[in-house]
């Protein structure tokens, strides 16, 4: 199955969607794009790291990917 997901790259599209609760996954930028996290809201974040799920990723090394909503 195809997933279409929003790449987060800029502090406004992070704090959006901290502040909207979204499911956002954390895939390796390089490689093999291994999912690291597959959906979690993000708690908080820097300049240099994203925390979700009480885990914080380096910004430069992970991509944030928003996933979209459930249907109901």
């Known amino acids: 199955m195809d997933y ?3 790449v987060l790259e800029s502090d406004m599209e992070l704090l959006a969607a901290a502040l909207s609760e979204v499911q956002v996954s954390v895939v390796l ?3 093999t794009e291994e999912v ?3 959906g979690g809201q993000i708690r908080a ?3 240099k790291s994203v925390r979700i799920r009480g ?5 430069d090394a992970h991509e944030f990917r928003m996933l979209p909503a459930e249907p109901r």
């Not at 885990?55 to 910004?59: F, K, M």
């Open 29 to 31: 930028k390089e490689g």
């Open 55 to 59: 885990l914080s990723y380096c910004r």
């Open 4 to 6: 279409i997901y929003k």
């Open 36 to 38: 690291l996290e597959p």
């Open 45 to 47: 974040y820097t300049a």
